[in-house]
């Protein structure tokens, strides 16, 4: 059993910055290709950026040269540095060890002025 934990979200500006972590219980964190995903209200859930155990990164348009995702293998946790947000990156954004079950419940981002 895994367990994804999600924290960071908060109220921020146009312009700033957060960073927004992902814990994970259980064994096999280090064996996982690891996930972002955002999901707005009414929306589907969109794809933010993924990071392999090579740590080979992957971005969506919308988000690349602003978010960079990480990973601590020490730690079972998977980072997400978010700079010059945009009200547009307003979501709900979830952790998910890809090709599993395992999704965290989410923290909220909302850019607003």
């Known amino acids: 059993q895994v367990q994804l934990v999600e924290s960071g979200g908060a109220l921020v500006q146009p312009g700033g910055s957060l960073r927004l972590s992902c814990v994970a219980s259980?064994?096999?964190?280090?064996?996982?290709?690891m996930g972002w995903y955002r999901q707005a209200p009414e929306e589907a859930r969109d794809l933010v950026a993924t990071i392999n155990t090579a740590g080979e990164t992957f971005y969506a348009d919308s988000v690349r040269g602003r978010f960079t995702i990480s990973r601590d293998n020490a730690k079972n946790t998977v980072y997400l540095q978010m700079n010059s947000l945009k009200p547009e990156d307003t979501a709900v954004y979830l952790c998910?060890?890809?090709?599993?079950?395992?999704w965290g419940r989410g923290t909220q981002v909302t850019v607003s002025s």
């Open positions: 998910h060890a890809i090709g599993s079950k395992y």
């Open positions: 259980g064994s096999g964190f280090r064996f996982a290709a």
